[in-house]
Each structure stands twice: as structure tokens, then as C-alpha cells.
């Protein structure tokens, strides 16, 4: 019997790297896309609305890999209020000829990268090439790692907008530590690599503004990040200028809503 292998987040940490994520996520999508990766029913279940929630993820990836598995993310919003962390999840992978496990995964770090790196590959090949304003609505976890990747592959972004539904004050808070966190979260990866990292470090050196008008911004933006939980339409379609390019990554379950449905 094969060893499982335990893998916590400060492990996941050390390990991933945002540039290396993305080109893994993409191609995982070239392997969906010839049928070497299935896809499983989402399970999702609401223990208490807007207080509590989880969803299984799995899937299996064919060819030489041969891994299946699954990834259970649960929110649970009042862990906040006593000193817990509202997101947390677990992966458990196997072996895709015998079914015997491989490992287990502190989750929260790998979907953070893997969310990420898959707005980004959306915004890198369906958006326009000469795209300089991003607004990102939402300035929680995802939003950090939407950036992160988003820059990362996007070559003439000039400034980020960043919005909160809920408090503008966070969007302002969020601006005020960007810079930092993208230096010391993304940027000290690659500092062997003097080139990447000088390439890396001038697209992070970009504008950060946090606003308090969505319609305005709305306007002004060639691409568009949401990751809110919202259950009701945060931007108009008659906001939005031709050929804004949308990735929402918090619609993510039935009854979640961020844009206009028209
Ligand atoms: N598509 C995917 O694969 C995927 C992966 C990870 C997270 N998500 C979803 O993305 C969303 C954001 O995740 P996160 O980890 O950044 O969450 P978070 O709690 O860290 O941040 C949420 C952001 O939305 C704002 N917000 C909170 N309640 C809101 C509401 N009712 N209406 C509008 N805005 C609200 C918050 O102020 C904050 O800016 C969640 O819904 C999560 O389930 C999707």
C-alpha cells in the first residue's frame, strides 16, 4: 500500500507559484477540451443562508496522471467573529488505476491560485489585447489572487479600480495593501529570475484606486473581475461599454447573481 502524502497549507505555499499555476490550469483546460479530464456533478449544500455553506468539486484527470479526486470548500461567514477562518477546505486525491488514495490537501491556497490563474487565462485570451482599465468588484480573498493572476498575464493594464459592495472602506484598505502583498506574495518567487522579476515587478507598479461609483467605473473598464457573493445584479448592462470583457467568478452556485442578466 502507497503512502498518502499530507500536504498543509504552509507546504501548498512554498510550493505553488502563480506563473506555474496558470500554465497547469490551462492546460488542464486543453485536457478537458480532448476529453482526457472529466468533470463530476457539483454537489453544494446551504446549511443556514448567508451563514453557512459548502460544495464538493471532483473530477478526473485521464491519460498519464491518471489522479481522481475532490476539493470540499465550506464557508462558514461567523467564523470571522470567533478568530476562524471563514473559508476552509480539504482535497483528497487517488490514484486513477487502482483507486488507492495519494494524498491529502489543505485546499484553501490551492483554489485562491487555481480561481486566479483561471480568470486570468479567461481575461488573457478573450479580452482585448490593448485592455488597460480593470475594475475588480469585490475586494475579499479572491479578489488579491484575481489581480495577481490577472497581471501577471495581461500585458497593458495601466490601472486597477477595485469596488466593495458591501463597504467602500474595504476597497480602501485593500488598495492600501496591494502593493505589498503582490510584492511579498507573488514577487519574492522570482527573485532568482532578474528578468521575470523585473517584467513582474513593473506590470504590480501599476495605479491601485478604490472607488465608490460602479456605474462610472463600469464605464471606464475593458475588463471586469467580479467575486462577491451577491444574489442580485451589481452592475447595469447600460453601464457598460462595447467590448468590456466579464469574468465572474463569484456566480458560482444557483441563486448567485453579480451582473445583469440582459
Ligand atoms: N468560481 C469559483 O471557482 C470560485 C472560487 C472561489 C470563490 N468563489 C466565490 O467567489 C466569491 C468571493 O470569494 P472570496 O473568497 O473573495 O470571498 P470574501 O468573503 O473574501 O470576499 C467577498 C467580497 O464581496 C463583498 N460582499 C460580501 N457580501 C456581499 C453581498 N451580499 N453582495 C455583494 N458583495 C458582497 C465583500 O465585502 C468582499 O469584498 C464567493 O462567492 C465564493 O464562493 C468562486
Redesign the pocket.
Known amino acids: 500500500m502507497s503512502k498518502v502524502r499530507i500536504l498543509n497549507e504552509g507546504i501548498i505555499k512554498e510550493l505553488l507559484d502563480i506563473k506555474n499555476v496558470i500554465e497547469v490550469v490551462k492546460q488542464v483546460y486543453t485536457l478537458k477540451n480532448s476529453n482526457q479530464a472529466d468533470l463530476f456533478p457539483i454537489i453544494t449544500h446551504i446549511f443556514e443562508p448567508?451563514k453557512a455553506d459548502m460544495?464538493i468539486?471532483a473530477g478526473h484527470l485521464k491519460g498519464e496522471a491518471n489522479v481522481f479526486g475532490l476539493k470540499l470548500?465550506s464557508?462558514f461567514?461567523e467564523n470571522i467573529k470567533k478568530g476562524l477562518p471563514?473559508?476552509i477546505g480539504t482535497i483528497m486525491v487517488f490514484d486513477g488505476r487502482t483507486g488507492i488514495p495519494l494524498g491529502i490537501l489543505s485546499a484553501e491556497h490551492i483554489?485562491?491560485m487555481?480561481?486566479g490563474s483561471?480568470g486570468a487565462i479567461g481575461s488573457k485570451y478573450l479580452a482585448r489585447k490593448d485592455s488597460e482599465n480593470l475594475l475588480m468588484?469585490?475586494?475579499?480573498?479572491?479578489?488579491f489572487f484575481q489581480i495577481a493572476a490577472g497581471l501577471t498575464v495581461l500585458n497593458n493594464i495601466k490601472k486597477v479600480t477595485v469596488y466593495?459592495?458591501?463597504?467602500y472602506k474595504?476597497?480602501v484598505d485593500?488598495c492600501n495593501k496591494v502593493k505589498l502583498r503582490l510584492k511579498n506574495e507573488i514577487l519574492l518567487r522570482y527573485k532568482d529570475d532578474k528578468i521575470y522579476s523585473e517584467k513582474l515587478a513593473k506590470k504590480f507598479g501599476i495605479t491601485f484606486v478604490a472607488t465608490d461609483d460602479i456605474e462610472k467605473s463600469t464605464g471606464q473598464a475593458d475588463i471586469i473581475v467580479t467575486?462577491?457573493?451577491?444574489?442580485?445584479p451589481?452592475i447595469k448592462r447600460e453601464w457598460v461599454k462595447k467590448g468590456t470583457h466579464f469574468t465572474c467568478?463569484?456566480?458560482?452556485?444557483e441563486g448567485?447573481q453579480?451582473i445583469d442578466e440582459n
Request: net charge neutral; aromatic share 8%.
Open positions: 448567508g460544495d468539486k470548500v464557508w461567514g471563514d473559508v483554489t485562491c487555481r480561481t483561471a468588484v469585490g475586494a475579499g480573498h479572491q479578489a466593495d459592495p458591501i463597504n474595504f476597497a485593500f467575486a462577491t457573493p451577491s444574489r442580485k451589481l467568478i463569484g456566480s458560482d452556485m448567485k453579480e
